[in-house]
């Protein structure tokens, strides 16, 4: 095998074209008709950053395709909670997961090898909370989206940090919201705990 890019930087460890087709198909496999078109909507448009977009300048899934890789353990995690948690509305959670991050793409300055520089104007001014309410609002509205569930869907990116002090000015007010709150930290920590694992000797 010839030589790939990803062993000579930092880089998910899974393939990026992979993720993202497990994403693409998680969104057509819904049932909810609205939420399916809105993400695979928004997968379909995002997809050349997604290849290889990181997820932060730095910390967790500060590497290249970290995002796509921070989202596809979300929703793996997700469908292990809907077993648990019968009454989650799966195809929402599924929505919240997939769309939560997105506007990251777009917040973060990065390079083709998912190295990050810094933010952009609309990240340092806007965030990617309010710029991901801004675009769902408008791609619900060309889908012509019921108000109650385009609120919902809104609700929970507008959530998901939990804490004013991490930019969201709701805290979550459903299950489904409340949830992905905690599948984004889990993964988060899990991460952030398994690079620093990886950094130590056997015995320290």
Do not use: W
Request: hydrophobic share 45%; aromatic share 8%.
């Amino acid at each position: 095998e010839g030589l790939v890019l990803r062993d000579f930087i930092k880089a998910a460890p899974e393939d990026p074209e992979e993720m993202f087709a497990f994403l693409l198909d998680a969104a057509k496999a819904m049932a909810d008709a609205d939420l399916a078109a809105l993400c695979t909507k928004s997968l379909e448009a995002n997809r050349d950053k997604l290849l290889y977009y990181p997820a932060a300048q730095r910390n967790h899934h500060a590497e290249m395709a970290g995002l796509l890789y921070h989202v596809k353990r979300m929703l793996m995690a997700a469908e292990r909670m809907c077993q648990v948690y019968g009454h989650l509305d799966r195809d929402l959670l599924y929505t919240g997961v997939i769309l939560h991050d997105m506007e990251k793409l777009n917040e973060i300055n990065a390079n083709e090898f998912g190295i990050a520089d810094g933010y952009t104007f609309e990240g340092i001014l806007l965030g990617h909370l309010i710029q991901g309410v801004k675009v769902l609002d408008r791609q619900m509205e060309e889908l012509g989206f019921p108000r109650e569930k385009a609120l919902m869907v809104e609700h929970m990116i507008l959530s998901h940090h939990y804490e004013p002090d991490f930019g969201s000015p709701k805290k979550p007010l459903f299950p489904e919201a409340e949830i992905l709150h905690y599948l984004d930290l889990i993964d988060a920590r899990m991460y952030d705990m398994q690079e620093a694992l990886d950094a130590t000797f056997p015995g320290e």
